[in-house]
T-cell receptor, first 112, second 114 residues
């Protein structure tokens, strides 16, 4: 199993541009989540999904959209990038009932 | 609402010394608690979790944590630090009963001196 994969690893955007961060898992996990990590802030939840077709907002959802059309994929869309969205983004997945989350390697995004 | 506070953003110990990383939580319902470790430029890896049952939880790499309801604490310990334990450690609590929704502390960076 590849586990949780994220692409790209690095990205630089200009203010106002849009893009999609990709996340995929091959473990048939029901739960998937997106977090952002900023220095001194820990990780903060952006959006999460409890299964295909079901998503919900986390602590910091503004400026981001998600959808979950399949169990495997959970893309994160930045609608109009802002410098405040410069961060490291982590995707995670977990099987129902274990309460564990498996994290991807992260995407480092810089918005200029 | 749930929250987590990690005391000490940086902790330094000597190799072979006791590791103690502090975590206090706030929760209006019985908490589900977790410790994750992050090595440089990597994602997070689960060290251990407390859901129900035994309050002393053993995890990977010789770490353990004890859930103390009276103190609202879930401190992480390891009897003898190894150089490879140098990393950042995050305490987290499940939020709203939803498995995909974790509230993280701000992290504690552990340094191990030879």
């Amino acid at each position: 199993n590849a586990g949780v994969t994220q692409t790209p690893k690095f990205q630089v955007l200009k203010t106002g541009q849009s893009m999609t961060l990709q996340c995929a898992q091959d473990m048939n996990h029901e739960y998937m989540s997106w977090y952002r990590q900023d220095p001194g802030m820990g990780l903060r939840l952006i959006h999460y999904s409890v299964g295909a077709g079901i998503t919900d907002q986390g602590e910091v959802p503004n400026g981001y959209n998600v959808s979950r059309s399949t169990t495997e994929d959970f893309p994160l869309r930045l609608l109009s990038a802002a410098p405040s969205q410069t961060s490291v983004y982590f995707c995670a997945s977990g099987p129902r009932g274990s309460y564990e989350q498996y994290f991807g390697p992260g995407t480092r995004l810089t918005v200029t | 609402a749930q929250s987590v506070t990690q005391l000490g953003s940086h902790v330094s110990v000597s190799e072979g010394a006791l590791v103690l990383l502090r975590c206090n939580y706030s929760s209006s319902v019985p908490p589900y608690l977790f410790w994750y470790v992050q090595y440089p430029n990597q994602g997070l890896q689960l060290l251990l979790k407390y859901t129900t049952g035994a309050t002393l939880v053993k995890g990977i790499n010789g770490f353990e944590a004890e859930f103390k309801k009276s103190e609202t604490s879930f401190h992480l310990t390891k009897p003898s630090a190894h150089m490879s334990d140098a990393a950042e450690y995050f305490c987290a609590v499940l939020h709203g009963g939803s498995q995909g929704n974790l509230i993280f502390g701000k992290g504690t960076k552990l340094s191990v001196k030879p």
